[in-house]
Nanobody
Framework: VQLIESGGQWVQAGDSLRLSCAVS????????MGWFRQPPGKEREFVAA????????MYSDSVKERFAIARDNAKNTGYLVMISAKIEDTAVYYC???????????????WGQGTQVTVSS
């Protein structure tokens, strides 16, 4: 399975943005999906995850109430909607297929190449 992120761009603080993760070469519904990010000079960190049916989601405290994760299994695509972007949201954002379809805390198994989001004041 391959994952390709898109939608990253430069935005101003307070703007909204939607990232997409297109999945090919596999069955998307077999995986839970996660979004992670790596800010400049920092380690990669967890952002959000969703089970294969979308019945369960999880968010990091730093994005809770501002970000929303979603998926469309018919389109083999996952999404991360960012609302009220902050400067500290600047990072390379990665989507990942998680090893268990029903566990938002399962291990990332396949990574995308990442998409850059830059938030300025």
């Amino acid at each position: 399975v391959q994952l390709i992120e898109s939608g990253g761009q430069w935005v101003q603080a307070g703007d909204s943005l939607r990232l997409s993760c297109a999945v090919s070469g596999g069955t998307f519904r077999h995986y839970a999906m996660g979004w992670f990010r790596q800010p400049p000079g920092k380690e990669r960190e967890f952002v959000a995850a969703i089970t294969w049916k979308g019945g369960a989601t999880m968010y990091s405290d730093s994005v809770k109430e501002r970000f929303a994760i979603a998926r469309d299994n018919a389109k083999n695509t996952g999404y991360l909607v960012m609302i009220s972007a902050k400067i500290e949201d600047t990072a390379v954002y990665y989507c990942a297929a998680l090893s268990s379809p029903v566990a938002v805390t399962s291990t990332p198994e396949v990574w995308g190449q990442g998409t850059q989001v830059t938030v300025s004041s």
